[in-house]
């Protein structure tokens, strides 16, 4: 039998996804299942990206230039304008999700054996990219006690070594919710220009902030232009998680031309999911405040509801749409999986996804899980009073 290789083995599996045997399981039973576990946006996409594909006027469904429609990348840069983001459509490079951008950027600054630091716990598949990449994840541990705020500089400084190549952030954060403020990016900053690092951006939920807060993002920062990466997608921000559309937006040329060099090698984004996302920008600023008003309110109630039940933790996130929660049990792994396998209130149940695969340090969020508020507050409402009385059960 030919045989799989190290790599391959080593990919982990999504801690998202683990459980859907069990939740189709549950599901072919009758359960109704409630989803926590995972990011998708019950939010109409803007009526303007499905307008546009149906008035399509295309003979051929061609490849487009591999870094996407000109069109496309001219508009991104006057949207990143409206953020005090000056950038030029030739910093912009149009990825199939924010997934590929993170691909191209691992693929473009890393050789295998160089590391990234990262703030954990973070986004699970960073984990899956760095190891495709073939690239060590250096974890700089936050925590739940002070709402996952930056760790401080000194502790990002005694991890880096000669084969430390970047930083990567998720701002606001996912699984956390965290918004680094302005002081942290420029402490953030400094480090990496010190240290001559990268400093690469997940910026997907941008939009996505509360409490009349504001998002600082490190294309702002004037000193950065040849360290700063950020990696883009419309799949939160419009809804379009199924368009597989992002970007990767730099002013390092060097990075840009080698970033192309992988877009090249895959063609070209897929061209329909170019045409709504390029029109997704024509949405009105009152889609973005709808949106935002909808996240913030659901996670009111649910943040309120999670610290009514006995023995819960959870910070207050101060954007995207994910909070990590400590829950009263040993194991969240294996209570995720009893959710689904044996237990039910009238036959409905909840799906989380279990906090330990967002950790790459062993033993980190084994009594957590994370939840994403992207259902309607009736509905998030049911699914907390599930989840209350799984705990009492389970905890019997
Ligand atoms: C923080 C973060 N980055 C990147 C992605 C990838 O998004 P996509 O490939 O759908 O653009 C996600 C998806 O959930 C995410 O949460």
Redesign the pocket.
């Known amino acids: 039998m030919p045989i799989i290789s190290r790599k391959g083995k080593a990919m982990p599996e999504s801690p998202i996804r683990k459980l859907v045997p069990f939740a189709e399981k549950a599901a072919k039973a009758g359960k109704h299942i409630y989803h926590l576990n995972i990011?998708q946006p019950d939010i109409k996409t803007p009526i303007e990206a499905m307008e546009a594909v149906k008035n399509h006027t295309l003979d051929v469904l061609a490849y487009s230039h591999s870094a996407g429609f000109e069109s496309f990348r001219e508009k991104l840069a006057g949207y990143y304008a409206k953020h005090d983001i000056t950038i030029s459509s030739d910093d912009i490079l149009i990825t199939?999700?924010?997934?590929?951008?993170?691909i191209f950027t691992m693929g473009s600054i890393t050789d295998p054996g160089d590391e990234i630091i990262v703030p954990e716990p973070f986004?699970a598949?960073y984990y899956s990219f760095s190891t495709q990449s073939t690239v060590k994840v250096v974890p700089v541990i936050s925590t739940l006690e002070n709402g996952f705020a930056l760790p401080a500089i000194e502790q990002f400084e005694k991890l880096i070594t000669d084969k430390t190549k970047a930083i990567l952030i998720?701002n606001p954060?996912?699984p956390t919710g965290y918004l680094y403020s302005k002081e942290e990016i420029k402490q953030l900053a400094k480090l990496a220009i010190k240290y001559d690092l990268f400093l690469i951006s997940?910026e997907?939920?941008r939009e996505f902030v509360y409490d009349d807060k504001e998002h600082y993002s490190i294309l702002q920062e004037k000193d950065l232009n040849d360290h700063a990466i950020v990696?883009d997608?419309?799949?939160?921000r419009y809804s379009m998680?199924g368009a597989?559309?992002?970007c990767m937006v730099s002013k390092n040329k060097s990075v840009m031309e080698t970033a192309m060099k992988f877009a090249q090698a895959r063609l070209s984004p897929p061209t329909f999911a170019q045409i709504a996302s390029e029109a997704a920008l024509e949405a009105p600023d009152s889609y973005y405040k709808d949106t935002v008003a909808k996240y913030k309110s659901r996670r009111d109630t649910l943040v309120s509801g999670l610290r009514k039940i006995p023995g819960v933790k959870v910070a207050m996130p101060k954007g995207?749409f994910y909070c990590i929660a400590e829950l009263p049990v040993k194991d969240a792994d294996h209570f995720a999986e009893w959710l689904l396998d044996k237990f039910d209130v009238n036959n409905q149940t909840v799906m989380v996804a279990p906090a330990s695969g967002f950790y790459s340090s062993p033993n980190k969020g084994g009594n957590q899980v994370r939840i994403a508020y992207v259902l309607n507050r009736r509905d998030l409402t049911k699914a907390i009073e599930i989840l209350r009385l799984a705990l009492e059960k389970y905890n019997a």
């Open positions: 990011g199939t999700g924010g997934s590929e951008a993170l986004y598949n998720c954060g996912n997940d997907v939920y990696v997608s419309v799949s939160k998680c597989r559309i992002g995207a």
